[in-house]
C-alpha cells in the first residue's frame, strides 16, 4: 500500500519519482492535461512514499490527491481501477511502439528532457510545461543557440528567399534552426539550415511521430535526421493534427528557441500564437521588413507590421545579423549579408 504521509521538514524524506510509463498513463487519462499531471508528480515527489508499484497504488495516489483538492483545476473526482489499468496499458503499447520507430519517449523528470522546456509560455502568459516530449533524432542540439524561424504557409517568393537567406546565416554560424515542417515558410527555414555545412535543424511536429505531417514534406524530414537534426513532438504515436494541437505546438517552438523571426504572417492565424507566445514569455521578436510596398500590403504579409505594435522588432536585411547575434550573444561576424 502507498503511504501519504507528508514531511517536509525531514532531510532524509524518501523522494518517490514516478516513472516516465507512469506519466504517459496519467496523461491519456481523459481530463488530465499536462498541468494536472505534472501536478500529481510534483506532489509525488514531497512523499516519504514506498512507490506506486501496482496499477492499484497508482490509482489509490491519484483518488487520493483528487479528494484532498491537489489539483483544483481537474474536473475528476475520481478515477476508477479499470481506467487506470487501460491508461497504463496503453502507455506501454506507446512506449514499445515508439522504441522500436526508434523514438524516445522522455519526461520532465529526465535528465534528457531539454532544460529550455522546463520554463514554457504559453500565448496567454501562463506556464504549460510538456510533461512527456517524443523525439527522434539528435536530443543534444536543443542545447545549442537555437532560433525558430516562422510563418505563413502562403509566402510570396520574397519571403521563401528571406526563410532561406536566414535559415542559413544561422547555421552557418552554430544556431540551429527551428521550425514546424509546414509548407511555406517552415520549408524555407528548415531548406536554409540544411544547406549550411553540417547546419542543424529541429522540427518541432503538432502529431505523432509516425506521422509526416504535411506528407509533402517527407523527403525533408528523412534529411533533417540524417544531417543530425531532431524531430520533436508532445504528442505520442498515432495521434494525428488538429487546429487545437497546432496551437499548443507553438509554445514548444518558442520554449526551444533564444529568438523567434516571423518570416511572413496575415493578421491572425497560426504564426500568430507562436508570436504572442514569444512576448509573453520575454523572448525577443523579430519581424521581417520589405522593401517592396506591394509585399508590405500582401494579405499574408500585414501581420508584421502588427506584431512589431505588440512589440516586436523589425529585422532589416542590414541588421538581422547584428540584433540576432544580440539577442543570442554566441555569433560570430561574418561581413554584411543582405536578404
Avoid at 555545412?197 to 502529431?207: F, R
Avoid at 496575415?266 to 507566445?277: K, P
Avoid at 505588440?310 to 560570430?332: E, N, W
Wanted: glycine share 10%; proline share 3%.
Amino acid at each position: 500500500m502507498i503511504s501519504l504521509h507528508i514531511n517536509y521538514t525531514d532531510k532524509t524524506i524518501r523522494e518517490m519519482r514516478m516513472t516516465t510509463e507512469q506519466l504517459l498513463a496519467m496523461r491519456t487519462i481523459d481530463g488530465f492535461g499536462d498541468a494536472t499531471v505534472m501536478r500529481l508528480a510534483r506532489y509525488a515527489e514531497h512523499l516519504d512514499a514506498n512507490g506506486c508499484e501496482t496499477e492499484k497504488d497508482l490509482t489509490g495516489f491519484i483518488n487520493i490527491c483528487l479528494g484532498i483538492g491537489m489539483v483544483p483545476r481537474c474536473r475528476r473526482k475520481s478515477v476508477s481501477i479499470n481506467e487506470v489499468k487501460w491508461a497504463c496499458e496503453t502507455a506501454r503499447q506507446i512506449m514499445a511502439e515508439s522504441e522500436w520507430l526508434g523514438m524516445e519517449v522522455i519526461s520532465f523528470q529526465d535528465s534528457r528532457y531539454p532544460k529550455r522546456l522546463l520554463n514554457t509560455i504559453d500565448e496567454n502568459g501562463r506556464r504549460d510545461v510538456p510533461v512527456i516530449i517524443h523525439c527522434k533524432g539528435n536530443i543534444a542540439i536543443t542545447d545549442m543557440p537555437c532560433v525558430a524561424i516562422i510563418g505563413t504557409q502562403h509566402p510570396t517568393p520574397e519571403g521563401v528567399v528571406a526563410g532561406r537567406h536566414l535559415g542559413r546565416l544561422f547555421a552557418e554560424n552554430g544556431i540551429a534552426v527551428i521550425s514546424g515542417l509546414a509548407v511555406g515558410c517552415d520549408t524555407a527555414g528548415h531548406r536554409g539550415a540544411l544547406a549550411a555545412d553540417k547546419g542543424k535543424t529541429i522540427a518541432v511536429l503538432p502529431n505523432g511521430l509516425d506521422i509526416i505531417f504535411p506528407p509533402s514534406n517527407a523527403l525533408l524530414a528523412k534529411e533533417i535526421l540524417d544531417n543530425g537534426g531532431l524531430l520533436i513532438s508532445e504528442q505520442p504515436v498515432g495521434v494525428i493534427a488538429d487546429k487545437s494541437r497546432l496551437v499548443t505546438r507553438d509554445r514548444i517552438q518558442t520554449a526551444l528557441s533564444d529568438a523567434v523571426v516571423v518570416i511572413q504572417t496575415g493578421v491572425g492565424g497560426g504564426t500568430f500564437h507562436a508570436a504572442m507566445s514569444t512576448l509573453k514569455s520575454g523572448k525577443p521578436l523579430f519581424c521581417v521588413k520589405y522593401t517592396d510596398r506591394a509585399v508590405t500590403f500582401d494579405d499574408n504579409v500585414r501581420g508584421n507590421e502588427l506584431l512589431v505594435r505588440r512589440g516586436g522588432r523589425y529585422l532589416t536585411s542590414i541588421d538581422a545579423f547584428a540584433m540576432v547575434r544580440g539577442c543570442v550573444g554566441c555569433l560570430k561576424h561574418n561581413g554584411g549579408n543582405t536578404l
